[in-house]
């Protein structure tokens, strides 16, 4: 690797704030924030969603998709397709 070109990776603590997480993961996010975790000081990065968090992860999940889109396009527009021809 060519000196003095690429970011600095360390290790960086993210915080998860809708599950109040942690997490200590290599990065080069920049930051001026620090943290004390695990009895040493970190860069500190705050996100809304992570695993812990997101509904995918969690089994949270609202099933959006119950009949499928064939039967969502009939409900909505199969009465006038479906009348018989005079």
Do not use: C, L, W
Not at 20 to 33: N, P
Not at 36 to 53: H, K, L, R
């Amino acid at each position: 690797m060519k000196p003095g070109i690429h970011p600095e990776y360390r290790t960086v603590v993210f915080h998860d704030t809708s599950a109040d997480a942690y997490f200590k993961v290599g990065s080069t996010i920049k930051t001026d924030r620090t943290v004390e975790y695990e009895g040493a000081t970190f860069p500190y990065i705050t996100v809304e969603v992570s695993s812990s968090s997101h509904p995918y992860y969690t089994g949270k999940q609202r099933i959006v998709d119950k009949e499928g889109s064939t039967a969502r396009f009939n409900q909505r527009f199969g009465r006038f397709f479906n009348k018989e021809s005079a």
